[in-house]
T-cell receptor, first 111, second 115 residues
Framework: SQKIEQNSEALNIQEGKTATLTCNYTNYSPAYLQWYRQDPGRGPVFLLL?????KEKRKERLKVTFDTTLKQSLFHITASQPADSATYLCALLNAGNMLTFGGGTRLMVKP | EADIYQTPRYLVIGTGKKITLECSQT?????MYWYQQDPGMELHLIHYSYGVNSTEKGDLSSESTVSRIRTEHFPLTLESARPSHTSQYLC??????????????FGSGTQLSVL
């Protein structure tokens, strides 16, 4: 069956450090992968999309990598700030062509 | 800023009541979705629509129903609410013309509590 796995344990880091979040998937052949941010009690907000033929994508302090051989995407936030504290979700199109989300990883950036 | 709105933001009701959760978007998107999310858990797709008069069930079975009479409006209805329906309901939309860049825009959600 298709599965998207993100570390369910919260990631705690110090302000200014780089946060790295992992998204692993099985039984998907994604044309692209998306990352979203979700704050408590709110809907997810789209951050970045990376296509299967792209190794890396950057947007300001965000960087996403996509390794279709390892079936993994890494999401990096450099120079992290307390305002970056949130849950980060990765998402892929499933066999029915619908966007399916991982369980998300909660990031806590401490001042 | 996403132009997709959900009302009410919070709803506390008694068992057996009929409720309708409203979702409207002003972006002219054809595709709309309803996701259900319990605290700290994954989003599960419960309904989606490709456009007017189109409604489909999602991956997660739900006792709710939806309708799509107008492009901008995608309400979700529970005929008889039960405590097991307590959850957060998130509405989203996307522009299918952007197949290679189809991102979802979410509303702020409705937190439903059934007593």
């Amino acid at each position: 069956s298709q599965k998207i796995e993100q570390n369910s344990e919260a990631l705690n880091i110090q302000e200014g450090k780089t946060a790295t979040l992992t998204c692993n998937y099985t039984n998907y052949s994604p044309a692209y992968l998306q990352w979203y941010r979700q704050d408590p009690g709110r809907g997810p907000v789209f951050l970045l999309l990376i296509r299967e033929n792209e190794k890396e994508k950057r947007k300001e302090r965000l960087k996403v990598t996509f390794d279709t051989t390892l079936k993994q995407s890494l999401f990096h936030i450099t120079a992290s700030q307390p305002a970056d504290s949130a849950t980060y979700l990765c998402a892929l199109l499933n066999a029915g062509n619908m966007l399916t989300f991982g369980g998300g990883t909660r990031l806590m950036v401490k001042p | 800023e996403a132009d997709i709105y959900q009302t009410p933001r919070y709803l506390v009701i008694g068992t057996g009541k009929k409720i309708t959760l409203e979702c409207s978007q002003t972006m002219g998107h054809d595709k709309m979705y309803w996701y259900q999310q319990d605290p700290g858990m994954e989003l599960h797709l419960i309904h989606y629509s490709y456009g007017v008069n189109s409604t489909e069930k999602g991956d997660l079975s739900s006792e709710s129903t939806v309708s799509r009479i107008r492009t901008e409006h995608f309400p979700l209805t529970l005929e008889s609410a039960r405590p097991s329906h307590t959850s957060q309901y998130l509405c989203a939309s996307s522009d299918p013309r952007l197949r290679s860049n189809e991102k979802l825009f979410f509303g702020s959600g409705t937190q439903l509590s059934v007593l």
